[in-house]
Structure formats: C-alpha cells, structure tokens
C-alpha cells in the first residue's frame, strides 16, 4: 500500500471543517480586538462575536436557561465542574461529602475526582455491566446518604457506548443530586436538548467535532455555584479568567451548528459504514469479539478485540497502513482501563483496536481497511 495510512481515529481528534476555518479567519486578523476591552470598537465587535457564539451553541443544544464558561477544552471543563462545585460544596457544608462515578470515564474525569479523595471525599467508581453499560438499579445501590455528585460521560470515548442519561437523571433527581456529563464524545453524533435532559453540568470540546483544537466550555445550570481553579480576572463570570481566544470561540460555535445542521445525514452514513466494518470483519474473522453494546452505540465508533494475536505485533503490522487505536488518545500506551474494566484480561486490551469514523470516510476505505486486516491477522495467527 502507498501513501499515508486510512484515517480512522476520528475520535482522537478531527480536522477542522473548511466553514469552521471561514468563520474563524477574520477574528485572526481583520477582528482582532479583546472582547474585555469594551472601550474601543475592536473590543465591542469581538465581545459580541463572542455573545453571538454563545447564543448558537445554545440555540444548537437546546439550553436558553443555562450558562457557558468558555475553557480550553473538554479536560478544563470537566475540572472545572468536579473540582470547582465539590470544592464550593465542601465549603458551605464544612465537610467533604460522597462522589460517583463510572470506572470506564476518561481519565479527565477519573482523575479530578480522585484527586478530591485526597482532600477528604469519598469517591464510589461503579464497575458497568460487560457491555460498558451502567444501570439505574447501580446508581441506586451506590447512593450514600452524604452523595452530592455523579459524573457519568454521555457516551464513552474508547467503546461508544451510549449510557442511559435519562434514567440516570431520574435517580439523581429522586435524591436531589446534581450530575455532571462529559459529552465532548456525544455532541454532533447524537440529538440534544439539554433542557428536556436536565443536566446540571456538562462538557464539550471542540477538536472532536471538526472543529479547533484548544477551546471547549462548561455549560451549567445559573443556580450551580463553583469555585474558580485559578484568578486573575472577571471573565466568564469570574470562573474562567483570561482573555478569550476570540477566533476559537467563534470556530467553536461554527463546528456546533455544522453538526446540528447536518446531524441525521451524518448518523445514518457513519451507522451504515460502521456496520459495513463490523459485519465484513465478523464473516472473514469470526470469533472477533465486539466490546460494549452495538445497539447502544455512537454511530462512528468500532471496538473490536482480536484473539490469538499480540497486539503490539498486531499495532505494528497495522501502523503502515491504518491510523486507529486500542484505546483513549491520553492512555500514554497502557492497556485501557475501560476495556479491563469490561472484563478484558491485559493481553486481550492490548490486541483490542478502536476504529472511529470520519465525515468523509466512505466505502471503498471500508472494504480496503478490511482486507488490510484480514490479512495481517491471518499472517499474525499463522506464526
């Protein structure tokens, strides 16, 4: 095979849409003012690019009551929402009270959380079912009297897994506790209306979504009070201080509408090649063993585990020709905690193999990607 490898790790991170750099391109240059500088003419037009960004983000995702702090990034976001409400929660109460979570989160939620047991909380990471799925009967169970927070991500960013948030807010609501969701996997591949879902906090990012890399935000409920992570400045209502990266938000706001706009196109081309992958791959290699649920499933997302290989061998043979992953782009190499958590053994994760598809993938990269790995799987098993 010539040329660089197919593409498909779209869930690592995507390139940015043609409209998006459109959008963003003058606020390089020709609209270069700081929106906190209301005094001069640049300022008032970026701050109101920027209050415009926030009103389609909002008309987007169905959330005229909510709010948006403006961050780096999804990681920002979901540190901002964990660490800042149960640091102000800690605060009026005078005591740590009881956090919950899923053992299969990104570690930019894992981590926050169990950084907050070395100050004094307790943290519960509830083990899902083998299909990645978590329950409303284990939540319950999970509940202590002093529970204040569950965090459970939409949709999982390794397996794609589409958690059951609806029935996960009826138990939280049933005990008055506030849930927080990482949706950056979520946004543009799945219909939204944050007002019907009543989410307290979530958070998106940009780069998953074609959009830039280095911007995302918290979108919380007015009543929800947090406490900053850094000083420095009043902007996003004290929260986030900093000039704003007008040209990002912007771009941010531009990807946002994009995938609303095109939404179901989108999900019914991503399933179709998806399932195009999954069914030619299960006919020529058939114990291939599917990890997390099909049906519960982002449409773009392929998590396959290959027994009889050793995965780095089978990484190495497919680096050449294919760009997928065994797991979270932040994982540094080690074995997926989400994959082990669903009850993979360490040799079983690292054999496993995360296609995630883009926008413009079609059916000839299916049929090419399959015959790659037939064959190298064939060679591999034959040693």
């Known amino acids: 095979m010539q ?11 995507t390139p940015c849409a043609e409209e998006v750099l459109d959008a963003m391109e003058p606020y390089w240059k020709d609209h270069w003012g700081n929106p906190s500088s209301r005094q001069s003419r640049g300022g008032v037009r ?56 899923v053992a299969t989160e990104h570690h930019a939620v894992l981590d926050p959380l169990r950084q907050l047991t070395k100050e004094g909380f307790a943290l519960t990471e509830i083990t899902p079912n083998s299909d990645g799925l978590l329950t409303k009967e284990m939540l319950i169970k999970a509940f202590r009297k002093e529970t204040f927070l569950v965090s459970v991500m939409l949709a999982n960013n390794e397996i794609g897994v589409i958690q059951p948030i609806k029935l996960i807010v009826e138990a939280c609501r049933s005990r008055g506790i506030k849930l927080h969701t990482d949706a950056s996997q979520a946004i543009g591949y799945l219909p939204f209306n ?40 009043g902007q996003e209502e004290s929260l986030r ?28 081309k991503l399933a179709f090649l998806r399932n195009k992958l999954w069914q030619g791959l299960k006919i020529r290699i058939p114990d291939l063993v599917l990890n997390g649920s099909l049906n519960n499933r982002l449409p773009h997302n392929l998590n396959i585990t290959v027994p009889g290989v050793k995965g780095h061998h089978l990484h190495a043979e497919l680096r050449p020709f294919i760009s997928c992953s065994s797991g979270s782009a932040c994982s540094n190499g080690e074995p997926s905690h989400v994959l082990l958590a669903l009850g993979r053994s360490k040799s079983e994760a690292s054999a496993s193999l995360r296609f995630s598809i883009g926008r413009d993938s079609n059916s000839s990269e299916i049929d090419r990607v399959i015959q ?9 098993r034959a040693y």
């Open 3 to 13: 040329g660089s490898p197919l593409e498909f790790d779209f869930q690592a991170t």
């Open 241 to 268: 201080p900093g000039t704003l990266p007008v040209p990002l938000v912007v771009g941010l706001a531009k990807a946002v509408e994009i995938a609303y706009r095109d939404l179901s196109l989108n999900q019914e």
């Open 46 to 101: 970026a701050s109101a690019a920027v209050e415009l960004a926030r009103e389609q983000i909002s008309s987007c995702l169905g959330m005229d009551s909510f709010r948006i702090a403006f961050t780096s990034g999804a990681t920002e976001a979901n540190n901002l929402a964990l660490l800042g409400y149960a640091r102000e929660y800690c605060a009026k109460q005078g005591q740590p009270g009881h956090l919950i979570t």
């Open 372 to 380: 790659i790995l037939v064959k190298i799987v064939d060679r591999l």
């Open 194 to 233: 944050l007002e019907d879902l009543d989410i307290d906090l979530m958070s998106i990012s940009g780069h998953k979504i074609y959009g830039p890399k280095g911007i995302g935000c918290l979108i919380y409920k007015p009543e929800i009070s947090l406490m900053p992570l850094q000083w420095g400045g």
